[in-house]
């Protein structure tokens, strides 16, 4: 087969690796000319994807993989169009489909009679349907469903391992009519090797969900329900403060009870997904109350640590309070939608001189994101956001003149704290 995969990203560049492994001829399509570049020299353009690296220049080496910025003239080449460029939402929830208008603009210029196209991007329900099928429709001259097949496809691996959450997961599809899913599911099964999931009732592979709304809704529910299982987890956590309980002993029993699955309480809900999708969730479903009030509640917990913080230190006006953590969460590079903002926002507005660290950015690459970083300035505070391996050996003694640590992800060791006074969420 031929296969076009558009956005060569964190996601779109593993999952065209991963066809061309299968001995597909797979034309990557990007608007970066940097990353095409890249990609045609065998280098990966972003670090921290295992295998990644060896199975590119495998994949280029072999002449299965190459990358063009033209996305028209690649899709008119290919069989099956795979779209993985990022749609954006806004603090309402209001998305911003500029990115994915664009290219599939571009598809529609090339596309070709029986073509399948897929669309990964995580999306409000029914936009495949009523956004793409008649942009795709317009540009082309062809017929959704007659003349070329649109199903969706939800991606919902984790990056840094994507080969493996490939082969775990079921892929779910959703055609906009029977023939999509049928040509979908042929696609998907071609291009992905499963592993056997004894847990699951049905085996892993393909799994048809019979429409793109339903395929559309699997993904935005899998990712709200953790939002509001953590919101939930955040609100009992609030609730154990109050009465002088651990949180993470009531939760670890309730977990041996095989319906409970409650998640951990925490300083913040960050990252590209888990914060969003339910405000993407409720752009279609505004009166989805437990969804909302759990994004309310998660959204809190930053001002709720600073909270613990003061009422264990006392006034914060002019105190050096260093946050440890700038990524979203421990081992990723990532600051999109961190907890370290609103952590920094509410000690400034308490009045402290807020400082950041983190074991992966440098204090150059944090100004960058508008973040003050140390340079070993008198502290008397610090604000654990980031669960990173490196803060479990944590010490005192690594932290001069701290006298309250707030470890708002629970990685410290109690026992190493003796003497400052350390204070966890729902603890
Ligand atoms: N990153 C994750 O952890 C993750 C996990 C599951 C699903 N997803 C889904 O995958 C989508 C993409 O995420 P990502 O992390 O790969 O994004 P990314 O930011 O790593 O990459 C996006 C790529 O899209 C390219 N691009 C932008 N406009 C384009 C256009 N018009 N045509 C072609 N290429 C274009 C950019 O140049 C860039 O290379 C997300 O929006 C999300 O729905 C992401």
Redesign the pocket.
Known sequence: MNICV???????LPLAVQFASKGHRVLG????ER?VQLVNDGAVPFPGEADLDVKLKEAVAAGLLSATTD?AAAVAESEAVVV????FVDAEGVPDFG?MD??TR?IARGLKPGTLVSY???LPVGTTRSRWASMLSEGSGLTAGTDFHLVFSP?????GRVFADLRRYPKLVGGIDEASAAHGVRFYEAVLDFDERPDLDRPNGVWDLGSAEASELAKLAETTYRDVNIGLANQFARFADTVGVDVTKVIEACNTQPYSHIHSPGIAVGG??IPIYPRMYLWNDPAATVVRSAREANAAMPDYAVDLLAAAYGDLTGVGVLVLGAAYRGGVKETAFSGVFPTVEALRRRGATPYVSDPMYSNEELAAHGLPGYDGEPLGAAVIQADHAEYRNLTPADLPGVTVLVDGRRVTDPARWAGVRRVVIGG
């Open positions: 558009v956005a060569l990203g964190k996601i779109g399509a990007d608007v970066s990353v996305t993985v460029v990022p749609l990115w664009d290219a571009a990964e991007t995580t991606e919902r691996v984790l990056t590209h997904c």
